[in-house]
């Protein structure tokens, strides 16, 4: 992992991330947008949801389990990195969710800089290539996980992971994800998942990619 202070936790806030309340308990930080701006892929109500009861809950879990644990003051990527069980399902999500969100924006679909746009073309032929990959990863990820892209020597890989699933715990580090659990667009789009993902291309913050792949 890059000793680049910037993405020192595997995300560019890390700071705001790994924010503690007086009682050693990560605080939910404040989304990065307003509630309404990814409409109308991604709607407020979704992300009153997702962010504010789904990513608030897993947070208070992750408070609750390292509570007395040789985690208790770990910041929250080495805990996703090194941890097990009920506590690593809770810290994974946390900086899942964190790193999901980091990178959406409402101003209008983007296109990937330049050096993302170098990368993706070197390792999957075109970014219109990687986007049909990463969109059948997404497509066929069976039950609820994410769709992850992962620099890894010089490379762009796509890895799809259950669950929790994070490329944390096998010392990798991503520049974007999806998430395809249910939660992330049945209130939207129902079961239509691939509807989902048509709407998740329009609000990637492709600047905020580049800026990741720039840490490395
Ligand atoms: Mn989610």
Same mark, same amino acid.
């Given at each position: 992992?890059?000793?680049?202070?910037?993405?020192?936790?595997?995300?560019?806030?890390?700071?705001?991330?790994?924010?503690?309340?007086?009682?050693?308990?990560?605080?939910?930080?404040?989304?990065?947008?307003?509630?309404?701006?990814?409409?109308?892929?991604?709607?407020?109500?979704?992300? &009153?949801?997702?962010? /504010?009861?789904?990513?608030?809950?897993?947070?208070?879990?992750?408070? #609750? %389990? !390292?509570?007395?644990?040789?985690?208790?003051?770990?910041?929250?990527?080495?805990?996703?990195?090194?941890?097990?069980?009920?506590?690593?399902?809770?810290?994974?999500?946390?900086?899942?969710?964190?790193?999901?969100?980091?990178?959406?924006?409402?101003?209008?679909?983007?296109?990937?800089?330049?050096?993302?746009?170098?990368?993706?073309?070197?390792?999957?032929?075109?970014?219109?290539?990687?986007?049909?990959?990463?969109?059948?990863?997404? &497509?066929?990820?069976? /039950?609820?996980?994410?769709?992850?892209?992962?620099?890894?020597?010089? #490379? %762009? !890989?796509?890895?799809?992971?259950?669950?929790?699933?994070?490329?944390?715990?096998?010392?990798?580090?991503?520049?974007?994800?999806?998430?395809?659990?249910?939660?992330?667009?049945?209130?939207?789009?129902?079961?239509?998942?691939?509807?989902?993902?048509?709407?998740?291309?329009?609000?990637?913050?492709?600047?905020?990619?580049?800026?990741?792949?720039?840490?490395?």
């Amino acid at each position: 992992m890059t000793e680049k202070n910037k993405c020192k936790c595997g995300l560019l806030s890390c700071e705001a991330v790994n924010a503690k309340d007086g009682d050693n308990r990560f605080v939910l930080k404040a989304l990065p947008y307003g509630e309404d701006a990814l409409e109308p892929h991604i709607s407020g109500r979704t992300l &009153a949801y997702h962010y /504010g009861k789904h990513l608030a809950a897993y947070i208070d879990n992750l408070n #609750k %389990l !390292k509570t007395g644990t040789p985690f208790e003051n770990l910041p929250l990527h080495e805990i996703a990195a090194k941890a097990t069980g009920g506590l690593f399902n809770n810290a994974a999500q946390t900086f899942n969710h964190y790193f999901y969100f980091e990178a959406l924006q409402g101003n209008g679909e983007g296109q990937p800089g330049e050096r993302t746009r170098q990368l993706l073309e070197e390792s999957f032929g075109s970014v219109e290539q990687f986007k049909e990959q990463f969109t059948q990863a997404g &497509a066929t990820l069976f /039950g609820s996980g994410w769709v992850w892209l992962v620099l890894a020597d010089g #490379k %762009l !890989k796509i890895e799809a992971l259950a669950n929790a699933g994070t490329p944390l715990t096998a010392g990798e580090y991503p520049v974007l994800t999806m998430d395809v659990w249910e939660h992330a667009y049945y209130l939207d789009t129902q079961n239509a998942r691939a509807k989902y993902i048509e709407h998740f291309w329009k609000v990637v913050d492709w600047a905020k990619v580049e800026e990741r792949i720039a840490c490395f």
